[in-house]
């Protein structure tokens, strides 16, 4: 793979990727590292990419398998959220949200609730993680998700259906008010 | 609806994704069906709560800075050019002799370091804050400033003090010298944006 090639691969699907493994991982600098071998490993075995999937789905696969091999490292216990800028330092979540959205109140009740939720992530396996990730940070539809991660739709929506619902319980358990819609 | 098909429906009447006819046929499931009531709004308030916080939890931004994209071809390009060159007892050498060069480096650098540039994982282009908005409006003209302030990129280092440009359009640079935008995370590329510096 040449460098105008790499660079071009890197533009396309960067940002995509990091928010991934950010909401994967939940740590921002773990989250670039992810990304980074991520990208190296495809630019090593871009000859293996036999254009059967889209790109992305190659490299989200990529970046699965790397993602596995940190959660082993790191013998399962996730890091815990990181709520800083992407570049590493701090900011309250706030930074984070348009400047239409609610204020200090409501986003104090979201930051209360995006850490319970980051905890029950945190507790499912990587298989149950990685097809709610490709189905609520990325949008893909049932069908896409089975063939990114080769699997049935009737395993991606139980995964779903139990990781939901695993939340569901953790809301109730903490006394969290659920969003009105 | 049996419960079993009740229960297999559950995601996406939780997302609002189902037909109204099947719609129906599962709210009138729930209403007779205590259990299924019970799991489906577990599933409901969990989607609900996760989809309030994705925004915290993974936010829609751009993270690609030109100190990131760097690292990676550096990174490459060092995995692909120096095995290539050098044979394994040669690269142990090489790298011993770059570690010792690399410590004069540091030591002869760090004396100057303090007033030299910002640090690499420094983004040379962020999107600005709300505050900077009446700036970025009245040099622009535009009054749709929620769409303005979500495809807002600002520079940092431009020739001219900063530069705007909607997204997917060219450039603004402006002489606003004084200007300092603290900002956040956009991805430039001199080679394809030349206008920016």
């Known amino acids: 793979m040449t460098e105008q090639s790499l660079r071009r691969l890197v533009r396309l699907h960067y940002d995509r990727l990091f928010r991934a493994a950010r909401f994967m991982c939940g740590n921002v600098s773990v989250a670039e590292d ?12 871009l000859k293996t990419f036999e254009g059967r999937s889209s790109p992305y789905t190659w490299l989200y696969g990529i970046l699965l398998n790397k993602f596995r091999q940190w959660l082993r490292r790191k013998d399962s216990a996730a890091a815990p959220l990181h709520m800083g800028h992407p570049d590493g330092e701090g900011a309250a979540p706030e930074d984070f949200l348009p400047s239409s959205l609610p204020g200090p109140e409501e986003l104090a009740e979201r930051s209360e609730a995006a850490r319970m939720v980051r ?9 149950h993680r990685s097809v709610v990730t490709l189905r609520f940070i990325e949008g893909l539809s049932y069908e896409e998700i089975a063939e990114a991660i080769d699997c049935p739709i009737g395993t991606v929506k139980s995964r779903i259906h139990y990781a939901l619902r695993k939340i569901g319980e953790r809301l109730t358990e903490e006394g969290l008010s659920a969003p009105e819609d | 609806m049996d419960c079993a098909e ?32 019970t799991a489906f709004d577990l599933v409901e308030r969990g989607a609900g709560i996760l989809r309030e916080t994705i925004p915290l939890l993974a936010p829609r931004e751009t993270y690609l800075t030109r100190a990131r994209m760097d690292q990676i071809l550096a990174a490459r390009s060092g995995e692909t ?64 400033p929620g769409h ?49 510096w």
Do not use: N
Not at chain 2, 10 to 32: N, P, Q, T, V
Not at chain 2, 104 to 122: C, K, N, V, Y
């Open chain 1, 34 to 45: 992810l990304v980074q071998d991520t990208f190296l490993a495809a630019a090593k075995s």
């Open chain 2, 81 to 144: 050019k120096i095995f290539r060159l050098f044979s394994y007892r040669q690269f142990v050498s090489a790298a011993a002799a770059a570690a010792i060069l690399i410590s004069a480096a540091f030591i002869a650098g760090g004396l100057a370091s303090m007033r030299s540039a910002p640090p690499d994982e420094t983004p040379i282009a962020r999107v600005a804050p709300a505050e900077y908005l009446p700036i970025v409006l009245a040099a622009t003209g535009r009054e749709d």
């Open chain 1, 119 to 127: 905890a029950v992530l945190d507790e499912l396996s990587e298989d």
């Open chain 2, 6 to 37: 009740c229960k297999s429906w559950m995601i996406e009447a939780a997302e609002g994704d189902l037909a109204e006819e099947r719609a129906a046929s599962f709210r009138s499931h729930l209403a007779s069906c205590e259990s299924c009531r």
């Open chain 2, 148 to 196: 303005a302030l979500g495809h807002m990129a600002v520079v940092k280092g431009a020739r001219t003090s900063w530069a705007w440009r909607p997204q997917g359009e060219r450039p603004v640079s402006m002489d606003s010298p004084g200007v300092v935008v603290p900002v956040q995370h956009a991805f430039y590329d001199p080679a394809e944006s030349p206008y920016w």
